[in-house]
Nanobody, 127 residues
């Protein structure tokens, strides 16, 4: 599977961005999807995940109430809407997909649960 992330950029604190991740190479609707981020000098951390149907979502505590993950299975795309951005949200954001078809409601949060990664898109939030 190939994942192509886009939508990053420079935004002021309090602003918004929407990231997109286009997937190709297999049946998109059969797999959960996730977003992770990695700040300079730090490990890659879970941000959000969504079940294959889009009904179930899961968020890191640091982004709950500000970020929304969604997907459009007809367009093979997963989104991350980021509102009220803070300087500490600055990072490279990665979309990811697991290696195996997902069970209903599955929203994995571990980096090891994912086998396929997009190239990353930079998000910079200025204070």
């Amino acid at each position: 599977v190939q994942l192509q992330a886009s939508g990053g950029g420079l935004v002021q604190a309090g602003g918004s961005l929407r990231l997109s991740c286009a997937a190709s190479g297999r049946t998109f609707s059969s797999y959960s999807m996730g977003w992770f981020r990695q700040a300079p000098g730090k490990e890659r951390l879970f941000v959000a995940a969504i079940s294959r149907s889009g009904i179930t979502t899961n968020y890191a505590d640091s982004v709950k109430g500000r970020f929304t993950i969604s997907r459009d299975n007809a367009k093979n795309t997963v989104y991350l809407q980021m509102n009220n951005l803070k300087p500490e949200d600055t990072a490279v954001y990665y979309c990811a997909a697991p290696n195996y078809r997902s069970i209903v409601g599955y929203t994995p949060i571990g980096e090891g649960d994912y086998a396929h990664w997009g190239q990353g898109t930079q998000v910079t939030v200025s204070s």
